[in-house]
């Protein structure tokens, strides 16, 4: 398992948090969820990477994938997407 990504961001007035998880080699998935109020998930992506296990380079690329699949996570809540699911109560 390899460090995970923790940012704070705020979108509309409020903070909202996304964390980005590796599971390791046995569990070759990376999981980014996006939480509001303190701990709720409303949103969440996840990318296996079974096929690059034997990559000669492995934690760079999964350090790429899970920086740009925070990134991507991100960039859809700052565009609207989640704003429906952001308003439900």
């Known amino acids: ?3 995970g990504l923790n940012q704070n961001i705020m979108y509309k ?3 909202y948090h996304v964390q980005t998880e590796d599971g390791g080699n046995l569990n070759p998935v990376i999981t980014t969820h996006l939480f509001k109020d303190g701990g709720t998930i409303f949103a969440s992506r996840r990318a296996n990477y079974a096929d690059k ?3 000669e380079k492995l934690d760079e690329a999964v350090k790429e994938m899970m920086r740009s699949q925070t990134i991507a996570i991100l960039k859809d809540l700052k565009a609207g997407l989640f704003d429906e ?5």
Do not use: D, E, S
Request: aromatic content about 8%.
């Open 1 to 3: 398992m390899r460090f």
């Open 53 to 55: 296990l034997n990559a």
């Open 85 to 89: 699911a952001l308003t439900k109560k």
């Open 13 to 15: 007035g409020v903070v």
